[in-house]
């Protein structure tokens, strides 16, 4: 008999619900699926509906906060019969991925090779499910050199694992996309011409696909401190060195000059003192929030780098977070009288670690606090089980930060006590720790502990910051992301296992086995923070962990051809994957026999057979990023003190 779906009250998110819903019940069934509309609800109608929980009487959701930012969802199916409902649009959504997960369905990376699809009597089974997340913001942002296809299948993704929100940064994401279409550092490919305009309608067209799925919309951050004066914001490689004189006046002055602080116009602070450089940048904000509606959730944040901050001596009068509660302060009372809803981001980070002595936050609910602990170390996970040290001194222009998780958490405690609102951790765990971690299982185990550890940190949540491409060679730490945020108590091992077996087939636990043992063996060396030293004193590790690749790339070729399109892939990815590491070990026994000549020519050599093999693991493997973050560790051993 043919399945039907019945979209109670459509909307279009409802409405996509349902027709992904059919989609899959399709593949899996092979039997075509009716997807009908109706106004009211017939519990004695056969087939599933779905819609907003509110159009059935005999269904009572958890209840939650604020439902525009807090999902709930409900499911009550057998045997292709009965509901699946959400409390808000996205949460429906959510709702239907979760029943299909339910039956069976995998998504183990974005685009359709990471689709595991059961067999067709998955969908006779009974599935029972209703539930709020262990936290709101369960999300990523957008980072790396990313195509669009790179970030529409990001997106799609997204609720498919039970995450809830994409962030673009900037106002355009351009450098993002630029570092991709202009093929940037890749000698192998003539770059093209790649404008803002490109970048603009881009992010367009991702925001619409944000849009039909109801997720939440998180936007800029980046650029607000020198776009409002007509110097654009577009990367960390945009250099300025002339600017209008008028404009000077409003910027910070350090080292007794008032410029664009390193020739970087993202890294340039202004002068927080002057009330009319913060009265432009505030209506600026104002402006942008009132001609993008569609942003939920827009992040204020000011420049990047630092030990930048204005030495005048107002400026000097406060730290830099009074200054900034100011300016909250300002944005907020501008939004209410223009009657925008917008939420805004603050963040803790860098400079602003230290909290304001002063100022307090006057109206909580319109902001949520974003802790960054960009200088964290990722070989540890947050606990809170340490002592918290005393903040360290603020001492401007002259600041350290703090590597150690006891140190990070100080400066969170301390913002924590003047304010009690929303909030949730901006962190970087895929962003360039784990390119370090061979096998990818330490930095998944750390960031499961982390996600596992938010609620006793006094956080909501987690955006991950990090490339979009971060699957290479398996994607367990962001099945971990999605499943904790979901799920705080979840097992890291069952996840694991779960995934390795859907990932990769019959074999899957010996991969598990495999990259368990490869980040164990190579976690000594520290390549986090590389040294000669280190490396040297760990030199035992490298033939032994040449031994297990030589000995899994048995294991690979006999699954590489396997008959499942998702196995398929997963074992060619493992095998670019061996073939890299294979290489890089031997680089870093030239390091230990100090063939630093070696270990270089072998280190470009490498990078070059990874921009031939690029296309081969794209929608996977950010190049890019991997040549950045390695060349700079080779660099750094070869170039390093022995002693």
Known sequence: MRMRIIVVKRTRTTHFAATELGRYLELITGDEVAIEQTQRFDPDESGIAVGLAEAFSTVTLPEVADPR????????????????????????????????????????????????????????????????????????????????????????????????????????????????????????????????????????????????RGLLYQAVGHGWTTEPFGIKGLSWDQRVHEVDPAVRTYLAKVDGERQVFDGIPLNTNLCYSNEEARRIMVEEIADYAAAHPRIDVMHVWLADGSNNQCECEKCRQARPADFYVMLLNEIDELLGRRGLQTKIVFLIYVDLLWPPERERIANPDR??????????????????????????????????????????????????????????????????????????MKIAEVLHEDIGNLERLGLDGYISCQVQRAFFPHGLGLAALGRTLWNA???????????????????????????????????????????????????????????????????????????????????????????????????????????????AAAWDDLAEWMWQHEDECQNVFDVHNAIRVLGAMIRTLTNGDRQ
């Not at 003047?418 to 390119?435: K, R």
């Open 367 to 440: 902001f949520i606090l974003m802790f960054a602990p960009i200088t964290r170390t990722y070989r540890e996970p947050f606990t809170t089980d340490g002592a918290i040290p005393e903040l360290p001194e603020y001492r401007r222009n002259e600041l350290v930060f703090p590597r150690d998780v006891a140190g990070n958490l100080a400066f969170l405690r301390a913002w924590q006590s003047h304010f009690h609102g929303d909030s949730f951790v901006f962190d970087y765990h895929y962003m360039w720790a784990h390119v370090k971690d061979p096998g990818y």
């Open 489 to 599: 108590g979840s097992s890291f091992e069952e996840c694991a296992d779960d995934y390795f077996r859907s990932a990769f087939g019959h074999d899957g636990p010996l991969c598990a086995e495999f990259y368990r043992s490869l980040s164990e063996r190579l976690l000594p060396l520290d390549l986090e923070s590389p040294s000669v030293k280190t490396v040297a004193a760990h030199a035992d590790a490298l033939p032994a962990a040449l031994d297990d690749i030589e000995r899994f790339e048995r294991v690979i070729d006999r699954n590489v051809s396997s008959a499942s399109t998702v196995h398929a892939a997963s074992w060619e990815y493992a095998k670019l994957h061996a073939m890299i590491w294979g290489r890089l070990i031997a680089i870093l026994r030239d390091v230990c026999e100090a063939d630093t000549a070696g270990a």
């Open 69 to 212: 930012f807090d999902d709930a969802i409900g499911i009550r199916v057998n045997d292709g019969v009965g509901l699946i409902c959400g409390n808000n649009e996205r949460s429906v959504l959510l709702a239907v991925y979760r029943y299909l997960t339910e039956i069976g369905c995998r998504w183990v990376r974005p685009g359709e090779d990471g689709e595991l699809l059961p067999g067709s009597d998955a969908a006779a089974a009974a599935v029972t499910v209703f539930e709020t997340p262990s936290y709101r913001h369960r999300g990523i942002c957008i980072e790396g050199a990313v195509s669009y296809e790179n970030i529409a299948d990001t997106v799609d993704w997204l609720p498919k694992v039970g995450m809830n929100s994409y962030f673009i940064q900037f106002r355009e994401a351009y450098t993002f996309f630029e570092r991709w279409y202009a093929h940037r550092d890749n000698p192998l490919v003539d770059g093209e011409e790649f404008s803002v305009d490109e970048a603009r309608g881009y992010v367009d067209r991702a925001v619409d696909e944000i849009a039909k």
